[in-house]
């Protein structure tokens, strides 16, 4: 693995720390590296979502010694938890003002997904013109 690739995983993992904290996710909830690793995957390679079920869930279930179905159940009320707990304006800061009840599992995941794909481009993009202006 090169190292732009190492300090890109490590940004995702910062950042999705972040945001699961913000959303009430946390560290010693059940199911959370699980959902970190699915986020990671998908983060750092979008065609994983296209079929998260007989792709990407046998793969997680096999490095965590579980089943596909507890891996779905995991996720399951791992969402579950977030839109009951989390506040509503921290679920809109992190998803938009979209109706989170009507989220499924999978539209969590590329949601958060994509969040942290964007703010990765946004730092890289703060820190191309940090650099232009010191020089």
């Known amino acids: 693995m090169n190292e732009s690739l190492q300090k890109k995983i490590l940004f995702f993992e910062e950042k999705l720390s972040t945001i ?15 959902l970190k690793e699915v986020v990671l995957q998908i983060s750092l390679d979008s065609s994983k979502k296209l079929n998260m079920n007989k792709t990407l869930y046998p793969v997680v279930a096999k490095n965590y010694n579980v089943s596909v179905s ?5 996720l399951k009320s791992l969402c579950d938890a977030c839109k009951r707990d989390s506040m509503q304006s921290d679920l809109e800061n992190v998803f ?19 969040r942290l794909k964007l703010e990765y481009r946004a730092m890289m993009y703060q820190n191309k013109y940090c650099i232009n202006e010191i020089f």
């Open 20 to 34: 699961l904290l913000k959303i009430r996710i946390t560290p010693n909830a059940k199911g959370y590296p699980i």
């Open 70 to 74: 507890q891996i779905e159940r995991r």
């Open 96 to 114: 938009g003002s979209q109706n989170l009840d009507t989220f499924s599992v999978k539209q969590v995941i590329c949601s958060l997904a994509e």
